[in-house]
């Protein structure tokens, strides 16, 4: 591209440009292709709660029926908001995501809500989760990073709650320092291990679907699972998080939302 400009009171002088320079003054660099989004997209809905939170929902639900059944909702609700946010993403073409959708949609004051919760509560919440995850499943291969190995012995703030600081809290605080450093050396090595961390977490989620079928297969427990699918066995009673609202709500078993 070619711009012509008056250098000292002189005849106009054509001086070649880089396309790339003017575009990277008008707006946002590009840099992020169509595999660095899908794997971004990727690596925000397979967290690591799917191998967390699988065992909790057996635990809760009781069958094998009510653990499908809950993959499977949420499986759904996932598809529709991604539909959504799909048709949002074209409808309002701007940087700024559920806020720009919130404020367009609502006011100004839900989208100004929405930035400070994901910011405060949301997004730490669930940075925290995955760091947590990490120094847990670190700590199988290596024992020394132990959630009872202390630092900081609790102080307890009342009947439940306590501070204290484990072996296995402060690897997950390093871990995301260590990440958000990386971050902030630019776009191209953030893309780059998200790329990585995505591909190796997707890539071992179909070893193990391959492996539990061709490998691990126990024709035993197939047969068991699906001949009682929806019968509730040993289910872990669910009760509200709150002391003060044990008075006021039933404590409600997951055999009984079944059999009701």
Not at 174 to 190: A, E, K, Q, S
Not at 236 to 247: D, N, V, Y
């Amino acid at each position: 591209m070619l711009h012509r400009v008056r250098q000292n009171g002189m005849a106009d002088t054509a001086i070649p440009v880089r396309e790339e320079a003017i575009r990277s003054e008008a707006g946002f660099v590009r840099a992020i292709g169509l595999f660095d989004g899908t794997m971004i997209v990727v690596g925000s809905m397979i967290g690591s709660g799917i191998f967390i939170v699988a065992a909790d929902i057996t635990r809760q639900t009781g069958s094998a029926g009510g653990l499908l059944l809950t993959w499977i909702l949420t499986g759904v609700l996932t598809l529709s908001a991604a539909l959504s946010y799909g048709e949002l993403a074209a409808m309002f073409p701007r940087a700024g995501g559920q806020y720009i959708y919130l404020r367009e949609a609502y006011s100004p004051l839900w989208g100004f809500l929405y930035g400070w919760t994901l910011f405060l509560v949301i997004q730490t919440g669930t940075i925290a989760a995955v760091a947590v995850g990490f120094a847990r499943y670190l700590g199988v291969l290596f024992p020394s990073i132990s959630p009872n190995t202390w630092i900081v012995h609790p102080i307890n703030l009342g009947s439940k709650y306590a501070l204290s600081l484990s072996v296995q809290q402060l690897v997950a605080i390093l871990m995301i320092l260590f990440i958000t450093f990386l971050n902030t050396l630019g776009v191209r090595l953030g893309k780059l291990i998200q790329n990585i961390f995505t591909s190796a977490k997707t890539l071992s989620l179909v070893g193990l679907i391959i492996l539990g079928i061709f490998v691990g297969r126990n024709a035993a427990a197939i047969s068991d699972n699906f001949s009682h699918l929806w019968t509730v066995r040993d289910a872990q009673p669910l009760e509200p998080g709150l002391g003060f609202l044990r008075g006021w709500l039933p404590t409600v078993t997951a055999a009984a939302a079944f059999s009701g």
